[in-house]
């Protein structure tokens, strides 16, 4: 009887000591808590504190929220800003060129150069040059090529490069200087500034020439194409370091006559488009403080986007992280 008794108090007595593992559980719900109540302000935001990465505050009349930064974050995700500024654009158009050599009289049009839809025909037709051209042609070909080969058949004693009977004539170096073949419609031709050079890139926008190589207006007339109501221009690059291939394509960068007037501009690096196509940058009202404001995008030039409506001339804009402050705008880290 006696140790029966002794028994059951043994056991009334673990039955009042709490349980280690539910007591852990219990401890850690508590603290995950009392954390998610410090991290979050009313209404669900990140709350303003020296630790906070992001804090977010609501705009009185507005969907979008000021975002600050603390300065690690703003490192961290690379802000740049700079500022809406003003500037006078010249009107520029990149057309497609072709490089020929220099003639002494009027060359025909090569079908199909001029434009970038051309780019994929060899451009290897006929190709008139003068007795001066044909000299320079013949310095740069193998010694074993005569100029006779090129001459042979030629009527009036014209030199007429023929597609049986001449060597190759692409990817050859052209010594001295080097003509460029561009076409334009008659509205082109009319906006051009015929008096100002043409700037030639390479045809790949990853490559570049070794320097920068600009092109003089020939003084020729256009040379009307009939089939393809289109005009052919003569630009010349002088000296003889250009570098230029014989036949090969280039971008040719035009300028054209316009309105020079000072425009709104902004990095159009600045510029980040939702998800519906609406234009934004982030204006920096302060340190470490941003809003996102519409803007309207009225054309890119270049690196630049001219703004047709937006924020003031110098007002500080963010240029590098636009996105980034987006996302930290919408899902607050």
Not at 119 to 142: D, E, I, N, R
Not at 188 to 195: A, D, F, I
């Amino acid at each position: 009887m006696k140790a029966k008794l002794m028994a059951a108090a043994k056991a009334d007595r673990n039955a009042a000591r709490p349980d280690p593992c539910r007591l852990l559980a219990a401890v850690a719900l508590l603290w995950l808590a009392l954390a998610a109540a410090n991290a979050a302000a009313p209404g669900g935001l990140p709350a303003a504190g020296k630790n906070a990465a992001v804090t977010l505050e609501p705009i009185s009349g507005s969907s979008v929220k000021r975002v600050t930064l603390s300065a690690r974050a703003a490192e961290r995700l690379g802000i740049e800003t700079g500022k809406v500024s003003e500037q006078s654009l010249i009107r520029r158009q990149m057309v497609g060129g072709l490089i020929t050599l220099p003639v002494g009289r009027q060359p025909a049009p090569t079908p199909g150069s001029g434009t970038f839809g051309g780019f994929a025909q060899a451009g290897a037709g006929a190709l008139p040059v003068s007795p001066v051209g044909l000299q320079k042609f013949a310095a740069v070909l193998p010694a074993q090529q005569t100029v006779s080969a090129l001459v042979a058949g030629a009527p009036g004693g014209a030199a007429r490069a023929d597609a049986a009977a001449s060597p190759p004539t692409t990817n050859v170096p052209i010594v001295g200087e080097a003509w460029v073949q561009v076409s334009l419609s008659p509205g082109e031709l009319e906006r051009l500034t015929k008096e100002q050079p043409a700037r030639l890139l390479a045809l790949s926008t990853r490559d570049k020439f070794a320097s920068e190589l600009l092109a003089q207006p020939s003084g020729m007339a256009p040379v009307e194409d009939a089939k393809r109501s289109m005009l052919t221009l003569y630009y010349v690059v002088p000296g003889k370091d250009h570098g230029l291939m014989l036949n090969s394509r280039v971008r040719v960068e035009l300028q054209y006559s316009g309105n020079e007037e000072k425009q709104k501009v902004v990095p159009y690096s600045a510029v980040y488009y939702d998800g519906k196509g609406a234009a934004w940058v982030y204006v920096n009202t302060q340190a470490l403080t941003y809003e996102r404001q519409r803007i309207e995008v009225e054309r890119v030039a270049g690196d630049l986007a001219v703004l047709s409506g937006g924020p003031p001339i110098g007002t500080p804009i963010v240029t590098v992280g636009a996105p980034l402050l987006f996302g930290a705008e919408i899902f607050g880290k």
